[in-house]
């Protein structure tokens, strides 16, 4: 089992900066990428960007990509997402979560999320 804990989220103006950070714990040694995840209640669950577990490769989403930039922090077994120029549009409940393929397919590990809000 992996657990992930988010947190950092928060009020913010537009224009203004977040970093989320995503912590993990658990058989961190079995983790093959991580991923972040946002959502509304009236969207559907939106895929924002990864980042490979072994060699640090990342990939964002061309939504956020000129403005949300995904790092690690090996040694604490910790991923961030850096989100700047925030926009409304990015009010959501962001999610990391986790893929194990010894485990199954897909991310099949997910914390309980952190609540992200821009007002204009």
């Known amino acids: 089992q992996v657990q992930l804990v988010e947190s950092g989220g928060g009020l913010v103006q537009a224009g203004g900066s977040l970093r989320l950070s995503c912590a993990t714990s658990?058989?961190?040694?079995?983790?093959?990428?991580i991923g972040w995840f946002r959502q509304t209640p009236e969207k559907e669950r939106e895929f924002v960007g990864n980042i490979v577990w072994g060699n640090g490769d990342t990939f964002t989403a061309d939504s956020v990509k000129d403005r949300f930039t995904i790092s690690r922090d090996n040694a604490k077994n910790m991923v961030f997402l850096q989100m700047n120029n925030l926009k409304p549009e990015d009010t959501a409940r962001y999610y990391c979560?986790?893929?194990?393929?010894?485990?199954?397919?897909?991310?099949?590990?997910w914390g309980r999320g952190t609540q992200v809000t821009v007002s204009s």
């Open positions: 658990g058989r961190t040694f079995s983790i093959d990428d």
């Open positions: 979560a986790a893929q194990d393929s010894g485990q199954g397919v897909g991310y099949i590990y």
